[in-house]
């Protein structure tokens, strides 16, 4: 389906720079790039694709050419390219300070740490995470997802399991179940919890935490289609995370088939 550019975040925005030596993303070297211009171009490439895929969505980049040219692109998490025939659109400017600050009426709250949900991963975790994106890539989803769940594993042992590192990677763990498409009781359970841990961790883009909620029920509901009994055995589970995220049509879209399904069993 081609991307709608309006839906896209104005942020990040991942800027190319290739030169005649090789490439570089916001001013960091690309692995595997050159002095061959398309090896560069596609080792770039494949950075924005892996970025896309922590998102779970698409994101906007800039390829600035050796020679000057620049190219506004997105790329979604299927690898696919979008150019655009406009600049980005200008991020929201912060909000200015206020001018004087009202004086304290409560003891000072300790500042709280601010995470940077789009920071690339620590150096030691990196040759796993590249053999995660190496089965992705050859197609080998069952390996990528054994490869997923240790990584996350570790980033939670490392980092808490609410720290942004460890979040995207149980996100991309539960995308890649569900691109799977082998076992939907485990799937649906697994989306579910990833949801809840993304709201409680308040993940951004928030958008990528609702989609994950219904990309949920859509686990849910093909594990309806194919095994009823474990369909009703995990749809108070379903339903309460649905709930919760204001999903008022797919929450009654559980409990009616909840309802249906008692009812054709009590026959």
């Given at each position: 389906?081609?991307?709608?550019?309006?839906q896209v975040p104005a942020e990040p925005t991942y800027t190319i720079t290739l030169t005649a030596t090789g490439a570089y993303i916001g001013g960091e070297p690309v692995p595997g790039a050159s002095a061959d211009p398309e090896e560069s171009r596609r080792?770039?490439?494949?950075?924005?694709?892996?970025?896309?895929?922590?998102?779970?969505?698409?994101?906007?980049?800039?390829?600035?050419?050796?020679?000057?040219?620049?190219?506004?692109?997105?790329?979604?998490?299927?690898?696919?390219?979008?150019?655009?025939?406009?600049?980005?659109?200008?991020?929201?400017?912060?909000?200015?300070?206020?001018?004087?600050?009202?004086p304290p009426t409560a003891p000072a709250v300790p500042p709280q740490p601010t995470h940077d949900w789009a920071a690339p991963l620590p150096a030691a975790y990196q040759a796993l995470y590249d053999d995660l994106r190496a089965a992705e890539n050859a197609?080998?989803?069952?390996?990528?997802?054994?490869?997923?769940?240790?990584?996350?594993?570790?980033?939670?042992?490392?980092?808490?399991?609410?720290?942004?590192?460890?979040?995207?990677?149980?996100?991309?763990?539960?995308?890649?179940?569900?691109?799977?498409?082998?076992?939907?009781?485990?799937?649906?359970?697994?989306?579910?919890?990833?949801?809840?841990?993304?709201?409680?961790?308040?993940?951004?883009?928030?958008?990528?935490?609702?989609?994950?909620?219904?990309?949920?029920?859509?686990?849910?509901?093909?594990?309806?289609?194919?095994?009823?009994?474990?369909?009703?055995?995990?749809?108070?589970?379903?339903?309460?995370?649905?709930?919760?995220?204001?999903?008022?049509?797919?929450?009654?879209?559980?409990?009616?088939?909840?309802?249906?399904?008692?009812?054709?069993?009590?026959?």
């Amino acid at each position: 389906m081609p991307v709608n550019p309006d839906q896209v975040p104005a942020e990040p925005t991942y800027t190319i720079t290739l030169t005649a030596t090789g490439a570089y993303i916001g001013g960091e070297p690309v692995p595997g790039a050159s002095a061959d211009p398309e090896e560069s171009r596609r080792a770039a490439l494949r950075e924005i694709y892996v970025k896309a895929a922590l998102h779970g969505r698409p994101v906007r980049l800039v390829a600035k050419e050796a020679d000057g040219t620049t190219w506004p692109m997105i790329m979604d998490t299927g690898g696919s390219i979008t150019t655009l025939h406009a600049p980005h659109p200008t991020p929201p400017a912060p909000a200015a300070p206020p001018s004087a600050a009202p004086p304290p009426t409560a003891p000072a709250v300790p500042p709280q740490p601010t995470h940077d949900w789009a920071a690339p991963l620590p150096a030691a975790y990196q040759a796993l995470y590249d053999d995660l994106r190496a089965a992705e890539n050859a197609g080998r989803l069952p390996e990528a997802v054994v490869i997923a769940a240790r990584l996350e594993e570790e980033l939670a042992s490392g980092y808490g399991p609410l720290h942004p590192h460890a979040v995207n990677i149980a996100t991309l763990h539960a995308s890649l179940m569900l691109r799977q498409g082998t076992d939907w009781y485990a799937t649906a359970e697994l989306l579910v919890h990833t949801a809840l841990r993304r709201r409680e961790a308040d993940a951004q883009p928030l958008q990528d935490t609702v989609s994950t909620a219904r990309n949920a029920h859509a686990a849910w509901r093909s594990l309806a289609r194919e095994d009823a009994e474990g369909a009703a055995g995990i749809a108070e589970k379903v339903a309460g995370m649905l709930e919760q995220f204001g999903e008022d049509r797919r929450t009654r879209d559980v409990l009616t088939w909840v309802e249906a399904n008692a009812m054709t069993a009590g026959r």
